[in-house]
């Protein structure tokens, strides 16, 4: 039998896992807390998604809603919006909502977790926990870019499958059409993968075969016109300006999150935060990108070069590097790059497991942060249009949770008899047609 001092050095391992685990867990756990406990889901964009989810439902319903229509063309952007209002068809909106939020924190915690065992067995915890920071729970899920967060989740389950899966056309197909209709950005990312792969491992006719209804979707989506009006990109003040954008950019990968209502945000009610976060997620990304240097350097010392993920992976990063701060009315594209770009370097690199450990810790401010948010009281009920953030004063980092406010009013004052509760929609990439105005104010914006 192996003595208990054999035993001991084991048993560490083991325990340290479950702690990762556990504090993944709790990140979870807040990020429901945060869900549930506010009048409404306190990420930003979300409200006008679950409100619109909530007059799709009305509309299948068979109610009449002058003035709205469906789109008669596939669109991209649309499946979360189609899976809330099936849900409000069978729960009230509020709750289709909630259920949905918290299904997708389930889900990024338990494919974290996949994650981490699968690619990264020497810190799977850590791991986890810098997947949940910089990519599943990153900034993006908390502006509420509810389609956008499922995509990276299709995206990151598609490397679950075994390599031999992921040549054959069935699963190709299925997650093309799925990636299609979460988010365009993800697919464009998704589809250079594939397509690389092809060309360097010889798997042109399924992999073509698989792409193509996607594909075609696509091309009716663009002939159809409806990815809204161009729009010029605003000028940033210079190539130094320009740089400092991208550099913020990339600091969004870290921990700290500053959730700004009528009355402020950090910078003003807890200005040590503030600083020693943005300090923080500065110190993040430069860890990350030093993992990920390591990485490489370690994979091409071992010849385990992944080349089709990390020429999708460099396509990626250079399309962030160069597209401006507004195309298409889309604001910040190129960060809609990094992050499939960043997921794919994290899963096909060998990363050192002491750096690992160490960018995981910052799961423990994200759940500082995020548990701030959850208990402290706020106006939850006037909505802040970015228009109205004082210019004089510096807030990084900066959600507003209050900017849709008025569409979860009329989600929850339409559910009554006799309320038509509808407003002009926010966003035109959308399964619904009607008349458009930006935010709760009328502001253009």
Same mark, same amino acid.
């Given at each position: ?14 325990? @340290? ?23 409404? &889901?306190?990420?930003?964009? %979300? &409200? ?26 596939? =669109? ?63 900034? #993006? ?30 699963? *190709? ?9 979460? $988010? ?13 792969? @092809? ?10 075969? #698989? ?18 009006? @161009? ?14 954008? +991208?550099?913020?950019?990339?600091? +969004?990968?870290?921990?700290? $999150?500053?959730? =700004? ?12 935060? $503030? ?68 997921? *794919?370097?994290?899963?096909?690199? &060998? ?33 802040? $249009? ?6 004089? !004063? ?5 959600? !507003? ?5 008025? +569409?979860?009013?009329?989600? !929850?004052?339409?559910?009554?008899? #006799? ?7 926010? %966003? ?18």
């Amino acid at each position: 039998m192996p003595s208990s001092s054999a035993a001991l050095p084991q048993a560490r391992p083991a325990m @340290a896992e479950a702690g990762w685990v556990a504090l993944c867990c709790a990140l979870g756990l807040a990020a429901a807390l945060a869900i549930l406990l506010p009048p409404y &889901p306190p990420l930003q964009d %979300f &409200p006008e998604w679950a409100w619109q989810g909530d007059l799709l439902a009305r509309i299948l319903g068979g109610e009449s809603l002058p003035g709205l229509s469906l789109a008669t063309w596939p =669109v991209p952007n649309s499946s979360v919006q189609a899976m809330l209002g099936l849900l409000s068809l069978a729960l009230p909106a509020a709750v289709a909502a909630k259920a949905f939020l918290l299904a997708l924190v389930a889900a990024a915690v338990a494919l974290a977790l996949a994650l981490g065992w699968r690619y990264q067995p020497q810190a799977p915890g850590a791991f986890a926990a810098v997947l949940l920071v910089a990519v599943f729970l990153h900034a #993006g899920f908390w502006n509420g870019y509810a389609n956008y967060q499922l995509g990276l989740l299709l995206l990151g389950a598609w490397f679950l499958l075994p390599e031999a899966r992921r040549g054959q056309a069935l699963p *190709i197909l299925a997650f093309s059409l799925l990636i299609f209709f979460t $988010h365009a950005m993800v697919f464009a990312a998704f589809g250079l993968l594939l397509g690389l792969s @092809a060309l360097l491992r010889w798997r042109l006719l399924p992999t073509i075969l #698989g792409l193509l209804p996607a594909a075609a979707l696509t091309l009716w989506y663009l002939a159809a016109g409806a990815g809204g009006q @161009a729009t010029e990109a605003r000028s940033l003040g210079g190539v130094a300006a320009f740089l400092g954008y +991208k550099a913020y950019t990339l600091a +969004k990968l870290g921990p700290y $999150h500053n959730f =700004v209502f009528a009355t402020g945000g950090d910078a003003a009610l807890r200005p040590a935060l $503030h600083w020693g976060g943005a300090a923080a997620n500065a110190l993040f990304a430069a860890g990350l990108g030093l993992a990920l240097l390591l990485g490489l350097q370690a994979a091409w010392r071992d010849r385990r070069l992944a080349w089709p993920a990390l020429l999708a992976a460099g396509l990626l990063l250079a399309g962030f590097a160069v597209l401006p701060d507004l195309v298409q009315n889309v604001v910040n594209p190129g960060e809609r790059l990094l992050l499939p770009a960043l997921l *794919i370097l994290l899963l096909v690199l &060998p990363l050192p497991a002491l750096l690992l450990r160490g960018l995981g810790l910052g799961a423990i401010l994200l759940l500082g942060c995020v548990l701030l948010l959850a208990t402290t009281r706020q106006g939850w009920d006037r909505p802040l $249009h970015f228009t109205e953030l004082d210019p004089a !004063r510096t807030e990084l980092f900066r959600h !507003r949770p209050t900017a849709f406010a008025c +569409k979860w009013a009329a989600l !929850r004052d339409g559910a009554q008899p #006799g309320m038509p509760g509808w407003q002009p929609l926010s %966003f035109a990439t959308s399964l619904l047609l009607g008349p458009t105005q930006a935010g709760c104010t009328g502001r253009p914006g």
